[in-house]
């Protein structure tokens, strides 16, 4: 995309006029006083700018982010870039599925890693707008305005490649992880499931007891994963290079595992969807109450 038609984070803090976040900059630390990793902010989109603000602690969305760089050894056309926006769907089904696409082998970003679907905010998009279009994208399902009660769930801060081992950083995102509540079951969104195979290499529908296991996993930690009795493999849909479907099954290994912290990645769940899909347990959780 055209640099001047991206849509690029800007940050308001203490009353001060909204700025343009640099490249180089940790949204999170600028937000945090004491260098903590975790904050709540409000945001908006105002004429294709999406300004954050700092948040009361209990009345905001949370704000995380894994790792951060200096500026020093990045090349001054990289620095120059801006923050860019992304928005991921978190799509619920009735019976309380989520689903995960594996991206393509060939992308240059964060290739055969498990994640929802989404992608950039284009101009004069809302955010919602922006997250059915890269849901029917990416994966065929066209969803109505109407019928899915969106709700923001929590915004993630991107780095790629996400460890310094992997190289110096090429892309700095805000991902805002979106909500969206399907009145229909996984079976009869499978259906109309019709993946793009630039994009997408396979798909799968997660339960509750799946996700816990996959955020049990956490990136950089050691602690024991929650298996929870499941099963060796499950099922997934395998997407041919012509976009065909087909029944297969996947290790539950992979989908635990753990980012890498030096050396090539691996298949494996995405950090910032770690994150996003514990926030939708706590959901669950609440809407139970």
Partial sequence: MDKMRRILVYVCKDGAAQQRAQFVQSI????????????????????????????????GIPLQVRRT?????????????????GVAIILQTANQRVLLTRRAKELRIFPNVWVPPGGHVEPDETLLDAG?????????????????SPKILGLWESVYPPMLSRGLPQRHHIV???????????????ASLSPSPAEVSACLWADSRLV???VSAVDGGEGEVQVDGLPGSISVSQVSTEGALSDSTLPVSVLISRAPVSGPDVERVSTGTKFALELWLKSLETSDL
Avoid: W
């Avoid at 600028?30 to 602690?57: I, P």
């Fill in 69 to 85: 760089t200096g500026a020093s050894a990045i090349p001054l056309d990289v620095q120059q870039r801006g923050i860019d926006v």
């Fill in 132 to 148: 059915l279009r890269e849901l029917q994208e990416e994966t065929g399902l066209k969803l109505e305005q109407q019928e899915v």
């Fill in 176 to 190: 805002i992880y979106m909500l969206l509540l399907s009145s229909l079951s996984h079976l009869q969104l499978q």
């Fill in 28 to 59: 999170t630390g600028h937000f945090s006083d004491g260098g903590r990793d975790e904050v709540e902010v409000n945001c908006s989109l105002d004429k294709n700018q999406f300004v954050l603000h700092r948040a009361e602690r209990g009345r």
């Fill in 212 to 214: 816990r296991a996959i």
